[in-house]
């Protein structure tokens, strides 16, 4: 059953704490995607990987890092110098330039 | 800045009726366009993509692509309570580059 699994699905982060997301598919998909959203707001790019140990940042990469050390994993750590990481994290997949297909998301709250 | 512009709504449609979304969008080097759903709470899901001028047609959905226009649209025909959600237009960096730059959304609320 091929798709895109995240992890967790809830996840709280104390003032001054990094914590990592979790993306993994088996769908053979090269290029790997992080998205942010915020409440009413649409996607906003943070990194994203066309092939295994090379990542770009996107629109809004302060504050975040990413590893792409294997083709089916790409996760996200969320650093300490994130002043407002409060949001819906979403990962997704490519085949190339085609079309993204998305993880059920990972929302993350700070205490 | 690549810009993708969608009237945030809530747009209200009785059941039955066809439900029309629009977009726009800047970049006139962009060469795919795709239309997702999301409910709340919930991810983004596919509902249609098109590359050419003209239009697409699965389903219930029709996709309309003008790129002289720069403008894309969805129609939903026969609309179902179940088609209530927020939808999300999507366009890429053109020539190959795998980047989406997402428009913010409308919310489509179907009424009984």
């Known amino acids: 059953d091929g798709g895109i699994t995240q992890s967790p699905k809830y996840l709280f982060r104390k003032e001054g704490q990094n914590v990592t997301l979790s993306c993994e598919q088996n769908?053979?998909?090269?290029?790997m995607y992080w998205y942010r959203q915020d409440p009413g707001q649409g996607l906003r790019l943070i990194y994203y990987?066309?092939?295994?140990?090379?990542?770009q940042k996107g629109d809004i990469a302060e504050g975040y890092s990413v590893s792409r050390e294997k083709k089916e994993s790409f996760p996200l750590t969320v650093t300490s110098a994130q002043k407002n990481p409060t949001a819906f994290y979403l990962c997704a997949s490519s085949i190339g330039a085609g079309t993204q297909y998305f993880g059920p998301g990972t929302r993350l709250t700070v205490l | 800045q690549k810009e993708v512009e969608q009237n945030s709504g809530p747009l209200s449609v009785p059941e039955g009726a066809i439900a029309s979304l629009n977009c726009t969008y800047s970049?006139?080097?962009?060469?795919?366009f795709f239309w997702y759903r999301q409910y709340s709470g919930k991810s983004p899901e596919l509902i249609m993509s098109i590359y050419s001028n003209g239009d697409k047609e699965d389903g219930r959905f029709t996709a309309q692509l003008n790129k002289a226009s720069q403008y894309v649209s969805l129609l939903i025909r026969d609309s179902q309570p179940s088609d209530s959600a927020t939808y999300l237009c999507a366009v890429d960096s053109g020539f190959g580059n795998e980047k989406l730059t997402f428009g913010t959304g409308t919310r489509l609320t179907i009424i009984p």
């Open positions: 990987s066309q092939i295994v140990n090379d990542f």
């Open positions: 970049d006139r080097g962009s060469q795919s």
């Open positions: 769908l053979n998909h090269d290029a």
